[in-house]
């Protein structure tokens, strides 16, 4: 028995790990927001993805096979061929061979020129003749795109008839947003920011004076912007791009004693 022991107890650490899934709630929404997502919406998730250095699998995944079904169509519409590009960007960005053939196909077959061209790129950062490789239709769009109802729990059952409540609606209606700064990651969008936290309680914005430097073609960084969260704390923006004009995530300051105030 003593011999036994340290194996039981050693395989009895690992199953928790095995049964665990690593995906958290922003892991969850990039996974919704790409199976639903049109062109902008994918355009907007894959940057994200991209700036944040994305390796997760589970994500990875579902935008390897949203890339798959939508890239013949892509030649027909400049902005979708720039939210596939951005796919084959954030696959490439991986440095995971799971992802090669995918995005080699599209850089062989792609309709639009630009988009081949960055597809190729991308297909040549990953290593060839990975052990796994991600094969269309592994991932099935529809059930993210309609998941099942969460099922209602006895407590929240008891909670919802004590209120009158019908509690098949006692999970649907709680859409209060919640103050969790472990949701954000850099390279989010402000947008982002505001769907998951909700609106700040304070704003600034302000100039960097970099719009006087002279080899600023990109016009980067022009503009910071900060959210003040009351008692969570601030997150700082940058101007990417004046030529885009979306704000991302460069700094994320948790604050218990924030006021809130400019």
């Given at each position: 028995?003593?011999?036994?022991?340290?194996?039981?107890?050693?395989?009895?650490?690992?199953?928790?790990?095995?049964?665990?899934?690593?995906?958290?709630?922003?892991?969850?929404?990039?996974?919704?927001?790409?199976?639903?997502?049109?062109?902008?919406?994918?355009?907007?998730?894959?940057?994200?993805l991209f700036l944040a250095g994305s390796t997760d699998t589970e994500v990875l995944d579902v935008?390897?096979?949203?890339?798959?079904?939508?890239?013949?169509?892509?030649?027909?519409?400049?902005?979708?061929?720039?939210?596939?590009?951005?796919?084959?960007?954030?696959?490439?960005?991986?440095?995971?061979?799971?992802?090669?053939?995918?995005?080699?196909?599209?850089?062989?077959?792609?309709?639009?020129?630009?988009?081949?061209?960055?597809?190729?790129?991308?297909?040549?950062?990953?290593?060839?003749?990975?052990?796994?490789?991600?094969?269309a239709g592994t991932v099935d769009l529809e059930k993210l795109r309609h998941p099942p109802a969460?099922?209602?729990?006895?407590?929240?059952?008891?909670?919802?008839?004590?209120?009158?409540e019908n509690p098949e609606l006692a999970t649907a209606s709680a859409t209060g947003k919640i103050?969790?700064?472990?949701?954000?990651?850099?390279?989010?969008?402000?947008?982002?920011?505001?769907?998951?936290?909700?609106?700040?309680?304070?704003?600034?914005?302000?100039?960097?004076?970099?719009?006087?430097?002279?080899?600023?073609?990109?016009?980067?960084?022009?503009?910071?912007?900060?959210?003040?969260?009351?008692?969570?704390?601030?997150?700082?923006?940058?101007?990417?791009?004046?030529?885009?004009?979306?704000?991302?995530?460069?700094?994320?300051?948790?604050?218990?004693?924030?006021?809130?105030?400019?």
């Amino acid at each position: 028995m003593r011999q036994r022991l340290p194996n039981y107890l050693f395989l009895l650490c690992l199953c928790p790990a095995f049964g665990a899934s690593a995906l958290d709630a922003t892991d969850r929404r990039y996974m919704e927001r790409l199976s639903k997502g049109g062109a902008e919406t994918l355009r907007e998730v894959a940057e994200s993805l991209f700036l944040a250095g994305s390796t997760d699998t589970e994500v990875l995944d579902v935008a390897a096979e949203v890339l798959l079904q939508k890239y013949p169509r892509a030649a027909l519409d400049r902005n979708a061929a720039d939210a596939m590009a951005w796919l084959c960007r954030v696959l490439g960005g991986s440095g995971n061979g799971r992802y090669q053939a995918a995005v080699d196909e599209v850089a062989k077959n792609g309709g639009d020129r630009r988009l081949r061209g960055h597809c190729a790129k991308a297909a040549k950062t990953l290593p060839k003749n990975a052990a796994e490789r991600y094969h269309a239709g592994t991932v099935d769009l529809e059930k993210l795109r309609h998941p099942p109802a969460p099922e209602v729990t006895d407590i929240q059952r008891v909670a919802a008839t004590a209120t009158g409540e019908n509690p098949e609606l006692a999970t649907a209606s709680a859409t209060g947003k919640i103050v969790d700064f472990s949701l954000i990651r850099e390279g989010m969008s402000s947008a982002e920011v505001i769907d998951i936290l909700g609106p700040p309680t304070g704003q600034t914005q302000r100039m960097t004076g970099k719009q006087f430097q002279p080899f600023n073609f990109g016009a980067r960084d022009l503009q910071r912007m900060t959210f003040a969260y009351q008692g969570s704390g601030r997150i700082e923006f940058s101007l990417r791009s004046a030529y885009q004009g979306v704000f991302r995530v460069i700094a994320i300051n948790v604050d218990a004693s924030e006021s809130g105030y400019p």
